[in-house]
Nanobody
Framework: QLQLVESGGGLVQPGGSLTLSCAAS????????IGWYRQAPGKEREGISC????????NYADTVKGRFTISRDNAKNTFFLQMNSLKPEDTGVYYC???????????????????WGQGTQVTVSS
């Protein structure tokens, strides 16, 4: 069974940091594009970062650029989202995604991802 499982969400104060992890099981991430989406209450789902399967392309949404960093560790079959300088508007459910031989367009919303995690809640509040 192909599965992505997120961890690392929680409650953090504004200006704080969190690192989300996404562990893949049932398949290896070597030939997959990977990424992160989020959905805030009452808002549409937003693609916030991705890395192409070739590793040649990495993109971020303008809302997180300079504060979030995506990375992958294929040896551990896991990828990460390091989130710094968190703001209340970063609150939402965060989903990790993967796509076999996928790309990572500048407009992340144009990418296709077949595999989705169950989501992890991130709340930024004082």
């Amino acid at each position: 069974q192909l599965q992505l499982v997120e961890s690392g969400g929680g409650l953090v104060q504004p200006g704080g940091s969190l690192t989300l992890s996404c562990a893949a099981s049932g398949f290896t991430l070597d030939y997959y594009s990977i990424g992160w989406y989020r959905q805030a209450p009452g808002k549409e789902r937003e693609g916030i970062s991705c890395i192409s399967s070739s590793g040649s392309s990495t993109n971020y949404a303008d809302t997180v650029k300079g504060r979030f960093t995506i990375s992958r560790d294929n040896a551990k079959n896991t990828f990460f989202l390091q989130m710094n300088s968190l703001k209340p508007e970063d609150t939402g459910v965060y989903y990790c995604v993967a796509e076999y031989l996928g790309g990572c367009p500048l407009q992340i919303a144009l990418a296709t991802f077949d595999y989705w995690g169950q989501g992890t809640q991130v709340t930024v509040s004082s």
